[in-house]
């Protein structure tokens, strides 16, 4: 039986700009639990880190795809809507913070900033 942790979050001093968000759906044949995950399980943890400028991004995807207008067929790289869409820095520093305090010292930051992970 597979099982999903939670773990209450205690005085997180960034907690303005940390959410928590459990999942809405328990996927069929696992259980909810409080219980502690065993120290010798491993796992992959991603950490989303809210996204920056989406009025920036929509409007390079509104020029790319107007056939009247100047974008029109212009694709943006996929390095540059990450450029667009960088999180803002206090969000990120947020993040890391939480990881940092919560004992999570080792984490890497995706190439756009938009997830951390560990």
Do not use: C
Not at 25 to 50: Q, Y
């Amino acid at each position: 039986m597979r099982t999903v942790f939670f773990s209450a979050l205690a005085a997180v001093s960034s907690a303005a700009l940390v959410q928590v968000h459990e999942p809405s759906v328990i996927p069929t044949g696992w259980t909810k639990t409080t219980d502690e995950a065993p120290s010798s399980s491993m796992f992959r943890v991603n950490v989303g880190v809210k996204r920056g400028n989406m009025d920036g991004v929509r409007k390079v995807l509104k020029a790319v795809s107007n056939p009247l207008g100047e974008g029109y067929l212009q694709y943006p790289t996929f390095d540059q809507i990450g450029e667009l869409s960088r999180p803002k820095p206090e969000h990120s520093r947020a993040v890391k913070k939480w990881l940092s305090e919560s004992g999570i010292t080792s984490f890497k930051t995706h190439t756009h900033g938009d997830y951390v992970h560990f």
